[in-house]
């Protein structure tokens, strides 16, 4: 089993930034990558970011790109997400996610099936 601790989140103006925290603990897996996607309310829940756990190669959401950045140190398993020139469009409920490697394992996993576990999401409000 992988258990993801998140924290980070909370309440902050427009232009403003915050810093998500996930830490893993994987027991028995290898990790492949580990990602962060959104849930708006009413809307469903939708890629971030995610970073390859080996080489470190990251990649984003067009709706993010040049303001956040992902980021993971391998020593304490975790993985970082640094938001700045937060929008209120921003506002959502964050999850950190989890993909395990496996000999099957290729490409950039975006897709919400691809991860097999999630965090418990930290909610993240932008005011303006």
């Known amino acids: 089993q992988v258990q993801l601790v998140e924290s980070g989140g909370g309440l902050v103006q427009a232009g403003g930034s915050l810093r998500l925290s996930c830490a893993a603990s994987?027991?028995?897996?290898?990790?492949?990558?580990m990602g962060w996607f959104r849930q708006a309310p009413g809307k469903e829940r939708e890629f971030v970011a995610t970073?390859?756990?080996?080489?470190?190669?990251?990649y984003y959401a067009d709706s993010v790109k040049g303001r956040f950045t992902i980021s993971r140190d391998n020593a304490k398993n975790t993985v970082y997400l640094q938001m700045n020139s937060l929008k209120p469009e921003d506002t959502a409920v964050y999850y950190c996610?989890?993909?395990?490697?496996?000999?099957?394992?290729?490409?950039?996993?975006?897709?919400?099936?691809?991860?097999?576990?999630w965090g418990q999401g930290t909610q993240v409000t932008v005011s303006s």
């Open positions: 996610a989890y993909c395990a490697a496996s000999r099957l394992r290729l490409g950039v996993p975006m897709a919400r099936y691809e991860y097999a576990y």
């Open positions: 970073i390859i756990w080996s080489g470190g190669k990251t």
């Open positions: 994987s027991g028995s897996f290898s990790t492949y990558a």
